[in-house]
């Protein structure tokens, strides 16, 4: 039986963090300042949570920046093992992030938006680690990184999913009543959410709970 993995994000707080593990959780995304999105928290209080959290689990770094040095920066601060890029790298700044630092692993976001995603999913997939499939728009005025509640067109993420070499996480808009759908449909490698799992802003054990079942469910 192939399972599928979970990581969920925007852990606030190590209670929280200690609470998607006791869940399941075998990741966790520590949401670092940018201009929109929910869930973000201050550099020091994910570099606590990170060195706090026992292997297996792993923890991302929620990144916006797109320089190099400055991602460097932004990792050495808060020392987890994985670096999300929610906004767009070009290739030699890809490989710069690639050289500098060797034992972290660096997942691309591609924020599905047509059939164009396609082509930029796959031309990331060359030098990362792990692609994550989002709902944002980082063309729009106000850059949306994610954690917008939409769900975005599965059949692009399908075919994202089988020309894909590297893994590939699914967000957007997941939650306990369609995560199963999106298993069936889209056969990632991990889902990944924020909002669906809470309630007022707060992790909430239920949803988490009824969103691990359906999961394991749907692997069956």
Known sequence: MTRTRLKVCCISSPDEAQAAIDAGADALGLVAQMVS????????????????????????????????????????????????????????EHAALREQLPGVRIVQVVHVIGPDSIDEAMAASVHCHALLLDSGNPSAAVKQFGGTGRVHDWSVSRDIVERSPIPVFLAGGINPSNVADAIRTVRPYAIDLCTGVRTDAALDPAKLASLVAEIRAADC
């Open 37 to 92: 999105g929910p869930g973000i928290i201050p550099d020091a209080t994910i570099a606590r949570i990170a060195r706090d959290i026992p292997p297996p689990v792993s923890t991302f770094l929620l990144t916006s920046r797109t320089d190099p040095d400055q991602i460097v920066a932004h990792h050495r601060a808060c020392r987890t093992d994985t670096i999300q890029l929610v906004d767009r790298l070009a290739p030699p």
